[in-house]
């Protein structure tokens, strides 16, 4: 067996391993992914928008706000009007008319961190939800979320957000693909490793936030970074699967493209900055599970596709180089040999594959989609998750020329 077949294989390994994680993991807590802490009283909360040129969706996201069930007087939503060059301040400023509760803030555009930072300086709420502008928070959601907070130790708390417009194929993949992420986030819930406060709809202690000096506005995934900020204070983030928010997803190839570049290079950023807390971290989840589980997604990833490359370019010149010494009568080549073991990497990839459509399966049975057949499963890992390669392969091009500008729509 040679290097590269090896190397092939324990990333197999590492692949096999966490889907059993995962599994063993649903199988003990089936029934209790629903479940949430009643709250007995309830937090004053500042719902935070940020907006930029949401002219089309920042309406319906605010009637949504509005008609969330939380104790009249105990919510306040604040519109952060980022430089938006359409109408999105006009559409607010008439909900602040007839609304006290809602107040609109003017500024230069700076980024979604840094409008999130300027909003906290005038939030009074022992809470902080922040709610992406394009994006729909179900009636009980809050009420589904705040009772984590009476554990003086959790400092953040997640929803599950599902796919709004699902018109094309593409949208269709994202239904999948998000009832799959929410899953596999509520398991690692149960183990204290949710990583991850999606921006949809999360919910933070204001303390705690304020304390850390709030979102980080040098990464382009402040919902990532603010996680792992607090998770490696020392603090614990929640994901309520019952509080549920819709939000709109790209339905063209480009656009998906550049959202997925984006989380990419936030993930590699993030990674860069608290990777040491595998070492200083140690004697929590955090360290033991979080930064480990992340950082080996992106290093087995990235190895896989420069070994792929590497194997294709090195066996082209192999065989180049062969069939010219061939025809000069001399044979070096005979005493190398540059080939996968394809029995063991066919049989355990063949493993690893039914593996994971299991793990689907599994995943989307507990989901808003439920059970799918094994034919739309092949479709959707053939189809779509194969298309993963595409951003990350991006991310690191733009990484390696130092090229982290903002990647939106």
Known sequence: MNILTGIYLVMFFIGLFLIFIFIILHLRYR??????????????????????????NIGETIRCLLALKYPKGR???????????????????KFTEKHKEITLIDKPNSGKANSLNYALKRTRGDLIAVVDADSYPN?????KMVGHFEDEKVAAVTSRVLVKNKERMLGKFQVMDYSIIAWTRKLLDFVDSVYVTNGPLSIYRS???????????????????????????????????SAIVYTSVPLDLKTWIKQRVRWNLGGIQTVRKYYKSMFSNAGNMFGYFVVPYV????????????????????KGTYQLLSAYYALQGYDYFRYFEFSFSFTLLIFFGALFFICSIFHYKMGFRNSETGDKSVLKILAYSVLYRALYIIPLVAALYKLAKGDLRWYTK
């Open 31 to 56: 029934k209790s992914l629903n479940a949430y802490p009643v709250p007995k009283s309830y937090p004053t909360i500042s719902i935070l928008v940020p907006a930029y040129n949401e002219e089309k």
């Open 295 to 314: 950082s080996a997604s992106f290093i087995l990833a990235i190895v896989g596709i420069l070994l792929f490359i590497r194997y294709v370019w090195v």
């Open 75 to 93: 919510k306040e939503i604040i519109v952060i009007n980022d430089g938006s060059r359409d109408r999105t301040a006009e559409v607010v400023r």
């Open 139 to 143: 009636q009980d959601a809050l009420e």
């Open 207 to 241: 303390s705690v936030i304020k304390r850390l000096g709030g979102f980080d506005p040098t990464n382009l995934t402040e919902d990532i970074e603010i996680t792992w900020h607090v998770l490696s204070e020392g603090y614990k983030t929640r994901m309520s699967y």
